[in-house]
């Protein structure tokens, strides 16, 4: 996969990226027609990673898709990844299906044997969405369905490394850590090999395992001392290359050290107290969709740097490996959430959406448990947490998260904090408020800031550190005037500012996500502008509008 580093140096991994055979399925008919074996002459060529919404002639074009590409492999034993498939994937070797996958922003994989020669690999995606589906079908960005995200095709040994987490617990001055690699090990056939854990460049711990084929093997490495640590820390991407390797495979990685705790109303990184400057961000841009190339996640990241601002929240599903990199480096706050968006009391009842819920959460947690930049777990946004379903929901992922997460904080984004009955179960309280641009006057602010703590007291929660997760207005790029109207960038501008300013002066208030980084595109139906969603800081292009600036000097002031 895209990374910042290399993952592998004795695996050989080839990309698959590059030219595939795509064909839509308007009808469905494609499983009828075994299009998993062969897909019909009328096929286009598109270059994968892509979305196929960015074809001309399916922008609105939200069902079914079928990908394939004809590969020749020195065979042996295999593993085939997708760093994601935006939409439910199921994927076929030489005709067979080999697995299916739910989650439209996760990594998977399957492992299979092949003879040398010629092979094909189909892929069927669909990215319709109804009651069941994570998202829902309402949702205010555009549902680009495809491959969205690197596919790798990889020669295995008889054992190879599957996973490898890295766990520690820092001395009291933070100076000296003891580290373990917990590694996960899969076999085509029964073998032992030694396994030695690398810290920082030298071998630190060795084992001898067994691994079978009947199931995955996990063994734990150290721990071992580490001294004189260097903090991974706000603005100081303070980073440790670490590694696991057998005779015949390997998994390299990085970490960084840091603690993360709530302290009566603050948040605590390595012992001292942060104000969270973030912004939140879409991961999409209109000409690649959700495939934006990792030199727009750069562009990104500077940009936002370019603001002052600490920390980002991937609003509203998971991001590339390749962006979490760069926040590891840069020492970037990062908020991780599923796109759990607006769902009502039943839909949070219904046990596939449970299901599909845990399985999403697990693979965050799994996936990007190493990356110190990951900070906040968020486990939903605006759904209906004043009800009792939402709140048994809540309840499963919080209890998911706490357990399997790392040192993180839990936290959701609610919209009905005045009757929210979930307050409890987070480490810090995330509100979502539009004042000023649905309804309500801009002058509520100033009532309704001082008031969160009222109503975190009368809810049982007295105590708990407050972020406003989302507030904005929109500002269409390039619109101003003097009279200061709602769409004008300096309504937009004026709003941001305001309200930053009240939080940043308000005691327990401990960060500040607006809504949001970039305009991105969005459905009709919501009656937005230009059909884009436009209350970015810039516009899709990255273009600044006036917050940027007001944002920019208030943020600056913090630093
Ligand atoms: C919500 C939602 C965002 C966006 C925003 C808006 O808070 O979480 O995704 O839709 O509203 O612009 O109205």
Redesign the pocket.
């Known amino acids: 996969m895209t990374r910042l580093f290399a993952q592998h140096v004795k695996r050989t991994v080839t990309s698959l990226n590059g030219a595939w055979k795509l064909m839509p399925d308007f009808d469905g008919v494609g499983e009828a027609q075994e299009w998993n074996k062969s897909l019909p002459e009328e096929a286009r060529t598109v270059i994968v990673p892509s979305v196929w919404n960015n074809e001309p002639d399916l922008f609105h074009h939200f069902g079914i898709c079928w990908y394939q590409k004809d590969i020749f492999t020195a065979g042996g034993n295999l593993l085939l990844e997708f760093g994601a498939v935006s939409g439910y994937a199921k994927v076929y070797f030489d005709g067979e299906l080999l697995g299916d996958h739910y989650g439209g922003f996760s990594a998977f994989r399957f492992a299979h044997t092949a003879p040398e020669g010629a092979h094909r690999i189909t892929v069927y995606v669909d990215a319709s969405s109804n009651s069941q589906t994570i998202p829902l079908p309402y949702v ?1 960005w555009y549902h680009y369905g495809g491959i969205i995200r690197d596919v790798e095709l990889s020669t295995l040994p008889a054992v190879y490394i599957d996973l490898c987490h890295y766990d520690y617990t820092l001395s009291e001055d933070r100076t000296y850590a003891q580290l373990t690699a917990t590694v996960t090990l899969c076999a085509f056939e029964q073998k032992s090999v030694p396994l030695t854990f690398t810290f920082d460049g030298k071998d630190a711990a060795k084992a001898e395992v067994t691994v079978t084929p009947d199931k995955p093997t996990t063994v734990v490495l150290g721990p071992i001392a580490v001294e004189h640590i260097r903090l991974w820390d706000i603005y100081k991407g303070n980073l440790y290359s670490v590694g696991v390797y057998t005779c015949c495979d390997d998994l390299y990685d990085r970490i960084g050290f840091r603690k993360i705790e709530v302290v009566g109303q603050e948040i605590h990184l390595n012992g001292r107290p942060i104000f969270i400057k973030g912004v939140n961000r879409h991961e999409e841009h209109p000409d690649w969709g959700f495939a934006v190339p990792p030199q727009l996640g750069k562009r990104d990241v500077d940009v936002i740097k370019g603001m002052h601002c600490n920390a980002i929240r991937g ?2 599903y998971p991001n590339s490996r390749v962006f979490l990199d760069l926040l590891d480096e840069e020492g970037l706050i990062f908020w991780s959430e599923i796109p759990l ?1 607006g769902y009502p009391a039943d839909r949070m009842a219904d046990e596939v959406v449970i299901q599909r819920s845990l399985t999403m959460h697990k693979e965050s947690a799994e996936h990007y448990y190493n990356h110190p930049s990951i900070v906040i777990w968020g486990l939903t ?2 759904c209906a947490t004043n009800t009792n379903e939402g709140r048994a929901f809540s309840i499963l992922l919080a209890d998911y998260m706490r357990a399997h997460g790392g040192n993180r904080l839990i936290t959701f ?1 609610s ?1 009905v904090i005045e009757w929210d009955i979930c307050l409890d179960l987070v480490d810090v309280v995330s509100v ?1 408020k ?1 004042i000023g641009w649905y309804g309500e006057d801009v002058n509520g602010w100033k009532k309704f800031i001082p008031w969160l703590r009222t109503r975190l007291t009368e809810a049982g929660v007295p105590d708990k550190p407050i972020i406003l997760s ?1 507030y ?1 207005a929109a500002g269409l790029y390039g619109y101003t005037s003097f009279d200061g109207n709602k769409w004008t960038e300096e309504y937009q501008a004026s709003l941001l500012k305001g309200v930053t300013e009240l939080c940043i002066a308000e005691p327990g208030i401990v960060g500040t996500y607006p ?1 949001q980084y970039c305009d991105i595109r969005s459905e009709n139906e919501l009656n937005r502008a230009r059909s884009f ?1 436009n ?1 970015g800081i810039v516009n899709e292009h990255r273009q600044p509008k006036l917050a940027y600036y007001a944002l920019k000097e208030l943020y600056g002031k913090l630093d």
């Open positions: 205010d609003s509203h968006w946004n605006e984004a919209n979502n539009y989302e904005g809504w969603n209350k």
